[in-house]
């Protein structure tokens, strides 16, 4: 596994614009290599912006050999705007040729999979067929809550306990809504490159908690880390914490 990275940005602007620019050499670079290659996304307002910034500027992408998957969604009925899925299309793919068939979101409360605990496994059967052919994520995004979170593994919690399963159903989140479905820490470890995108001075104990060795059971964050590199890309405020 890789050693944590840090790059600091002076605002949240040029921290999100270099997020991008990660995103696209990493996807690129991924299908010099190997043909294809596949991104987990984030939500929250980084992530979509980030996926904008992509928009624009999306270099060589080849679009039609990029498979989507989601680190987490609210376990909601279909069309809610609350979804990662929706707030990502309206972003980026409803806009770029992708193929649908490599477009992995999760199952909704409205969906074949009424039951969260059902939707995880069939989530689950989806990444382990890609993982299977591919062996591993190209790049997985994460932001980071103020406690420490990503994706929905929170602190104390047993889908953070996790070590074998790559997808479970987190019932009672502390952060609405409570029902969710995420990748846990063993799913985030199976990804080449793994980067963390976080602003804010609310962040900064837990980013340098991370950083510093914590318990991923403490600092979930503290347990993401890439196969073969872990980046933090942070703005000033989010790295007030760590030495200077």
């Known amino acids: 596994m890789s050693k944590p990275a840090v790059e600091t940005f002076t605002g ?23 043909g294809s290659a596949s991104v987990v996304l984030t939500g929250g307002g980084t ?11 999306p ?8 498979d989507i998957f989601w680190g987490d969604e609210r376990f909601v009925p279909t ?25 992995h979101p999760t199952e909704t409360s409205s969906g074949d999979y009424p039951d969260p605990l059902e939707a995880a ?9 890609h993982l299977a052919e591919h062996g591993a994520f190209d790049l997985h995004l994460l932001g980071m809550g103020g406690e420490g979170h990503v994706n929905s593994l929170f602190p104390h919690t047993a ?11 987190e019932t ?18 199976k990804s080449r490159h793994v980067v963390l995108i976080v602003s804010g001075e609310a962040k900064a104990a837990a980013v340098a908690a991370a950083l ?16 073969e590199s872990t980046t933090w890309l942070l703005d000033e405020a989010a790295a007030a914490d760590l030495p200077h």
């Open 47 to 57: 992530g979509i912006k980030l996926l904008e910034l992509v928009r624009q500027a």
């Open 212 to 227: 510093n060795g914590a318990s991923p059971l403490d600092i979930p964050a503290a347990g993401a880390i890439g196969l």
């Open 121 to 129: 496994g069939e989530y689950s059967a989806t990444v382990h067929s």
């Open 159 to 169: 889908a953070t306990r996790e070590e074998h399963e790559l997808v479970v159903a």
């Open 59 to 66: 270099g060589d992408i080849d679009w039609s050999k990029l």
């Open 12 to 34: 949240t602007d040029a921290l999100v614009e270099a997020a991008a620019a990660r995103f696209v050499a990493e996807v690129v670079e991924a299908q010099r290599l190997r």
């Open 79 to 103: 069309g809610d705007p609350d979804r990662n899925e929706l707030q990502a299309r309206a972003a980026l793919l409803d806009h770029v040729p992708v193929d649908p068939a490599r477009v």
């Open 172 to 189: 009672n989140s502390p952060k609405p809504p409570a029902v969710r479905i995420t990748l846990t820490l063993p799913a985030v470890r």
